[in-house]
């Protein structure tokens, strides 16, 4: 599976969302499942998928989709 | 900070009078016969009272706790749990049942009790099918506790060296003490660590069904451990670290569940499904809970 089918994957079980939702634009202010625990259960979801640990910070100062798809590329995982 | 642990010896020496005492109406003989106390209905406080004992389940010590900690000049709290489990006794932590049926969950260590007795005789004495329950509570938060993604290194060692205290122990069966101490223990966890997948379908499915919490959640914990063995990016390094073997841990969880109690709680899990997986404590679980994971408990049925 491509790394931009298993990101769409985690974020619609994270934050149970349809396909139709999804793109880099998402920000978390359009969500109300990207709270506090959304920010808990992506970081959980993130490690589990692509073997990352996101830090405190780094988990808590995501905006958007593009945010972490730029944060997981900065750690040399590619989401085309 | 944890509450001062006494034996029912000790107890009077926390009771700064005037005393009020409620206790659930299993025990309410026994709390005057052995402990020399007089119960009275739960409800306000008089004023110039300042300690509250309160014998009984999780669902009275926290309303004993909000209802002494919310005073303008707090009330002592003795906490004497009658079972193992719920643990309230040593938690920060209140849930209350709303009249709408809403739980009203809080957290201050303001609501730790000043102290929790250890009076085993009402727990020895206790249906079987309840104590074994009640020890599911206590692995669960052990093992929630243990993977959880809000735990650090102290955490996750405490939590260990409870799931090797707790191998060795029947759920359910003698060592009354024993099991008091380890709940508090496993409480105390929970409050820094939180809970996961098995306290998030209790929380939602106790309610509907009519089962009690701690029966929700000895039911599915077998099955949630299997999919945190399988799916917890941190499991391995954990169970590596501390000697943990998954067999023998699996093999205690299999004794947890109330047969009846697993029948009624799968045919509910697909309507609630998606509930539970908004419910604030499956997002902090061990690993990322999906909506595929429903098929995990299809097995979940004697």
């Keep these: 599976m491509a790394a931009r089918e298993k990101l ?10 349809d396909d139709g939702e999804l793109g880099d634009e998402l920000r978390r202010a359009d969500l109300d499942t990207w709270d506090s625990l959304g920010t808990v259960s992506l970081a959980v979801g993130v490690e589990e998928v692509f073997g990352y640990h996101m830090t405190p910070e780094e988990a808590t100062g995501l905006e958007s989709v593009g945010g972490l798809v730029a944060l997981l590329r900065t750690k040399g995982i590619e989401i085309e | 900070m944890r509450p001062e ?14 005393v009020v005492t409620w206790a659930s109406s299993a025990v309410a003989s026994a709390v005057r016969a052995e402990l020399g106390l007089e119960p009275t209905d ?10 509250l004992v309160v014998c009984g389940g999780g669902t009275l010590i926290d309303r004993a706790k909000a209802t002494a900690k919310r005073r303008p000049e707090p009330v002592r709290v003795v906490a004497v749990p009658t079972l193992w489990g719920a643990g ?11 009249s709408d049926g809403v739980k009203e969950i809080a957290i201050d260590d303001a609501f730790l009790p000043d102290a929790r007795v250890v009076w085993p005789e009402p727990s020895a004495t206790a249906p079987t099918a309840l104590r074994r329950a009640g020890a599911g509570d206590v692995w ?10 809000l735990a650090g290194d102290s955490i996750r060692e405490d939590a260990a ?41 209790a929380h939602q499915l106790e309610g509907p069904l009519g089962i009690g919490h701690a029966r929700v959640v000895a039911a599915v914990l077998p099955s949630v451990f299997a999919l945190a063995v399988a799916e917890a990016p941190r499991w391995e390094d954990v169970a590596a670290a501390h000697e943990l073997d998954a067999e023998r841990i699996a093999a205690r969880l299999a004794q947890l569940a109330d047969p009846e109690d697993l029948s009624a709680i799968r045919a509910a899990l697909s309507e609630y499904w998606r509930a539970i997986l908004r ?6 679980n061990g690993f990322l809970v999906r909506p595929a994971h429903l098929d995990a408990f299809s097995g979940v049925a004697a």
Excluded: K, Y
């Excluded at chain 2, 309230?88 to 709303?98: C, D, K, M, R, W």
């Excluded at chain 2, 419910?279 to 902090?284: F, L």
């Design chain 1, 8 to 17: 769409n994957d985690l974020l619609m079980d994270v934050f149970l969302l």
């Design chain 2, 5 to 18: 642990r006494l034996d029912v010896d000790s107890m009077p020496e926390a009771l700064l009078p005037p």
């Design chain 2, 42 to 51: 739960p409800g306000p406080l008089p004023s110039g009272a300042r300690t």
């Design chain 2, 88 to 98: 309230a006794e040593a938690s920060p932590v209140i849930v209350l049942n709303g």
């Design chain 2, 140 to 149: 669960a938060h052990t093992l929630e506790a243990l993977i959880s993604p």
């Design chain 2, 161 to 201: 060296a409870l799931v090797h205290e707790l191998l060795p122990l029947t759920p359910g069966g003698e060592h009354a003490t024993t099991w008091l101490d380890l709940s508090a223990r496993a409480c105390a966890l929970q409050s820094r660590a939180s809970v996961g997948l098995a306290h998030g379908i």
């Design chain 2, 279 to 284: 419910d604030p404590m499956t997002r902090t």
